[in-house]
């Protein structure tokens, strides 16, 4: 994959950025604590295991990331001295020569995990409308969506954000990104840094199956027959004849 052009990765980086994003901003205000009652004690606790001012950290520290990456590819696409202090600046941990970010099949791998879920989720904001919270709550007035995504799967916003999870990871810190060609990474304060963000994004993950669970029964209680029909027609909760 280094035959494609330096410069060709930073509207791919932008775009991962910008998938990143929609994924993790939520599309409506907080519901009132009154919708979040149906979900009792346990609802609660899994709709603040990652509060917002998390994902804002998060969206905010990818963003900063990528942006250096970006212009680690613009030192190394235009050489010159001020480029050459610019390597340095943002590789403290290799030699200039030595900082070789690329495309690679992670990346591409990773990219096309991040804007497919991206787009799911943007999807699922678009399909239900005002009922799209990221804590667990039942709207006034709400209603059972089960066109578009949810007609594939019952739970396809979930399954979007572990993918954009995933394919983020594999983005920013795989071979040939800039945290791993930098050597940011090699130091012990780089490495407990990467740590610890993967770890979050793995924990994501875990948090969303128990909201599955969680959230079907609710779902259940609130709209009875009409759910069970359309756990029939859509039986897979988050991956098509898989789970």
């Known amino acids: 994959m280094a035959s494609f052009p330096l410069l060709v990765k930073i509207p791919l980086l932008f775009g991962a950025a910008l998938a990143n994003h929609v994924t993790f901003t939520p599309p409506n205000p907080p519901p009132d604590p009154k919708e979040k009652e149906r979900f009792g004690v346990t609802g609660k606790v899994l709709s603040t295991i990652r ?39 943002f590789s403290p941990g290799r030699s ?21 879920g991206g787009y799911i989720r943007y999807a699922c904001y678009r399909t239900l409308g005002r009922h799209f919270t990221f804590e667990l709550a039942l709207r006034d007035s709400h209603c059972l969506i089960t066109c578009g995504p949810y007609s594939v799967v019952r739970h396809p916003s979930y399954t ?26 090699n130091s012990f304060a780089g490495r407990l840094c990467v740590l610890i963000w993967a770890a979050e994004k793995i924990f994501v993950p875990i948090v969303m199956l128990l909201r599955v669970e969680k959230e079907d029964g609710a779902l259940r209680k609130e709209f ?14 988050l991956v098509p004849a898989v789970f």
């Open 51 to 89: 509060p917002p001012w998390v994902r804002r950290i998060h969206r905010d520290l990818t963003w900063g990331i990528i942006l250096c990456e970006i212009l680690v590819i613009l030192a190394t696409s235009y050489p010159s001295a001020a480029s050459k202090q610019m390597l340095s600046f």
């Open 96 to 116: 200039v020569p030595d900082v070789q970010v690329h495309i690679t099949s992670t990346f591409i791998v990773g990219w096309l995990l991040l804007v497919t």
């Open 160 to 185: 979007a954000s572990m993918m954009a999870g995933v394919g983020l990871l594999l983005c920013v810190s795989g071979h040939g990104s800039w945290l791993a060609e930098s050597g940011m990474m």
């Open 224 to 237: 009875g027959d009409q759910w069970v029909e359309w756990a029939k027609k859509t039986p897979y909760k």
